[in-house]
């Protein structure tokens, strides 16, 4: 099984800073990439659509013999990952959340911690409850930023005017003295510039080396780590546009063809 493929999904292209940060961190592994972009985005959908969407790519990845699978979407990782791993127990599964809460619990005390991400990751209060139960001197601040992960999906960013409704966000009184700045996005990365330059000497917490880090432990772990220097990728999406295309090489950091596949209507 260590030469099979490592499953990575997100509701859109955001999640392939993920799997860059796979490929670097973990150069002999293959990847199957599923961007579910016919749905996006996935932070305004309910949770039983989440919930039903990701479970159907889980599937799809692990019939396609992947050794383990990432949640690379942290609307989905608060949604439906305790979903997925009920209903598929054969493989490990992975989440973008549990890395970045055990790297803040570990590394920040008596802090105000900022968390930016879409309307379903922070209204599910996920990273307030699970770094509460890890660490009770932290003060967090969740805000909702839902225009961005569109935004960057269509390619609006580096821009003035993506640069304006970033502002806007960070402006939000929820934000003011905080000491880090979780980017609850996996989109966000492509920001994280235009981000930093807004605030003077704070902490903008990127998931993806964090997240790498994390899998490479985890898989070395359960002796899953490929040991041969073939690795293949494949990327797919359930929806094309030239836009997606385009974006998807930035995101990448990587020129890279994306397949089309709409699993809903092959079955």
Known sequence: MSKNPIGI????????????????????????????????????????????????????????????????????????????????????????????VSFISKKYFNKKIGVIGTKATIQSGVYKRKLSEKETTLEIASLETPLLAPMIEEGFFNQEISSTIIKNYLNDKKLDKIDALVLACTHYPLIQNEIKS???????????????????????????????????????????????SKSANIFFKENISLEEKDIWKSN
Do not use: M, R, W
């Open 9 to 100: 999904f997100d509701s859109g292209i955001g999640g392939l800073t993920i799997a860059h940060a796979i490929k670097i961190k973990l150069p002999n592994e293959s990847l199957i990439y599923f961007g579910d972009t016919k749905h996006l985005p996935y932070g305004e959908k309910s949770e039983q659509a989440i919930k039903d969407y990701s479970l159907k790519i889980a599937d799809f990845l692990k019939n396609n013999n992947c050794k383990a699978i990432i949640i690379a979407c942290n609307s989905a990782s608060s949604a439906a990952y305790y979903h997925i791993k009920k209903n598929i127990n054969s493989i490990p599964i992975y989440n973008v959340i549990d890395p970045i």
């Open 198 to 244: 807004f605030y003077n000497k704070i902490d903008v917490i990127d998931a993806s080396e964090i997240v790498a880090e994390h899998i490479k432990k985890e898989l070395s772990k359960l002796k899953l780590l490929n040991q041969a220097n073939n690795p293949k990728f494949n990327f797919i999406i359930s929806n094309f546009t030239e836009s997606f």
